[in-house]
């Protein structure tokens, strides 16, 4: 059983930084590829970003150039640094580990940004 915590999330301006830190227990955190969802309102839930084991990133167009996924598997935790936030990018983000076929999910944290 793979258990993920999710911290980090909050109220923010436009324009403004926050970082989303998710660690994990109960398994080798360095096999899992490592994902960050968000799902606002209405809409489904969405890929934002991903790191695999290896350290290779890939992300949503709409965040590309704004938001960074890292891993410190020493510390069993993925993060996900957010900035330049803006009003859009408010959603439930959810923290993701897939050690293979399946995923485990965090419960999710609640990311604002005001305009």
């Known amino acids: 059983q793979v258990q993920l915590v999710e911290s980090g999330g909050g109220l923010v301006e436009s324009g403004g930084s926050l970082r989303l830190s998710c660690t994990t227990s109960?398994?080798?955190?360095?096999?899992?590829?490592m994902a960050w969802y968000r799902q606002a309102p209405g809409k489904q839930r969405e890929l934002v970003a991903r790191?695999?084991?290896?350290?290779?990133?890939n992300y949503a167009d709409s965040v590309e150039g704004r938001f960074t996924i890292s891993r410190d598997n020493d510390k069993s935790t993925a993060y996900l640094q957010m900035n330049t936030l803006k009003p859009e990018d408010t959603a439930v983000y959810y923290c993701?580990?897939?050690?293979?076929?399946?995923?485990?999910w965090g419960q999710g944290t609640q990311v604002t940004v005001s305009s």
């Open positions: 109960g398994s080798i955190f360095s096999s899992f590829v």
């Open positions: 993701a580990a897939q050690p293979g076929t399946f995923t485990y």
């Open positions: 790191i695999t084991r290896g350290g290779s990133t």
